[in-house]
């Protein structure tokens, strides 16, 4: 399926083996509605009356009849059968949504990640010019007896904190990157390019009742969980015809 993140180009999520697991789930759920909904198979019998004297006498048999059958459900069982099938399929159908929504979630999640901490590396990258003018002012200093030693070893380890904090934000634009490589389907090492666009969050034009109803209406989850109590009470009304 593609997905679209903010700032990253439209992708297709990989088929991931929970993914086909899921979507062949929904496959079978929607193929057993067709089958419970259909007519059972017609039978068709032919009886041949013993031969006598010779049983391997073939077309000497005292005669034969035949028949042709076609079994029918209790009025309003096949249906509340297919009503049930349905509600399994929806079911197995939220199942495969809710997997892709966690997956896209993780996606934006780790795309916001990274453009924090590149953010957090442009500040730090600044911080590290401020402290080395300040290293280079305060050694400056202390060969003209203007400042004590203890100034420039103070500036030399805020520096060295500094490059530090560097080290371990690029290692963590490596672990975002990688992981954002691995969740659109592609080598973690792949080169990625992330482009900076502008973007204000906008909520809908809508009150808080209507945002939470909004909510719990779209969430895969709570339908599915819908979907099974629909087809409960199919099945306690099929057992009742």
Known sequence: RDVAVTGVQTCALPIYPQILQAQQAYNAAKAQVKIVTTLPNPTAFFYETPIPNNPLRLGGSQGFSYSVGQ???????????GES????????KTQLDSLLL?????????????QLLRLQQSIIRETLIRFDQLKQLAKARYSVNAAGYVDYLNAQVA??????????????IDTARATMNTLMGR???????????????KMPAASLTQLEELAVRTQPLLSGAQSLV??????????HV
């Open 102 to 114: 966690q997956l896209l979630s993780q996606l934006k999640s780790n795309f916001y990640q990274l």
């Open 159 to 172: 520096y060295s904190s500094a490059e530090n904090d560097l080290f371990a934000v690029q290692r963590n």
């Open 187 to 201: 080598d973690a090492s792949t080169p990625l390019e992330v482009v900076d666009r502008p973007y204000e969050p």
């Open 230 to 239: 629909r087809s409960g009470e199919a099945n306690r009304s099929e057992e």
């Open 85 to 92: 099938a349905s509600h399994q399929a929806e079911y197995a």
């Open 71 to 81: 079994p029918f459900l209790f009025p309003g069982k096949q249906r509340l059968a």
